[in-house]
């Protein structure tokens, strides 16, 4: 086996993970250091209040982080995550979650994730995710 290019790294994510993919996001963008997702909000994914779980805008802005952080080619994965919830979701709404990941100089990666629908910010993801010596292949 040999090393992937690392814009490929979360389309072979992607692909090996079913709860994203019931989810239904897709891959907007993909670099090295930075992925794009975005989905749909589905009467599936509504609370008692007839708005989205709060789950559904954290898996998709954690999907975004950890896709981006294994673009540098190794296995990395999250040990310490939150949110901030700043605007309800309806059905119908189209989120996006973009991750950027700029330096990597050691085993530990921080990284603020936006959540947005359109232009709005409707919240604010904080992960810190751990870099293996694991090398991603195809």
């Not at 814009?7 to 090996?16: C, G, W």
């Not at 100089?105 to 947005?116: C, H």
């Amino acid at each position: 086996m040999k090393p992937i290019a690392s814009h490929l790294i979360p389309v072979k994510m992607l692909s090996q993970d079913a709860y994203s993919q019931w989810l239904g996001i897709e891959i907007i963008e993909s670099e090295i250091g930075r992925c794009k997702v975005g989905m749909t909000i589905r009467k599936d994914m509504l609370n008692s209040m007839n708005k989205a779980h709060g789950g559904i805008s954290y898996s998709l802005a954690d999907t975004a982080f950890g896709f981006a952080a294994n673009t540098h080619g190794k296995y990395a994965v999250s040990i310490e995550t939150s949110i901030n919830h700043m605007e309800a979701l309806n059905e119908g709404d189209y989120i996006v979650a973009e991750s950027v990941i700029e330096n990597v100089k050691n085993k530990l990666g921080f990284n603020i994730i936006e959540v947005k629908r359109g232009e709005e910010l409707v919240a604010l993801f904080k992960g810190v995710v751990y870099r293996t010596s694991k090398d991603w292949e195809l």
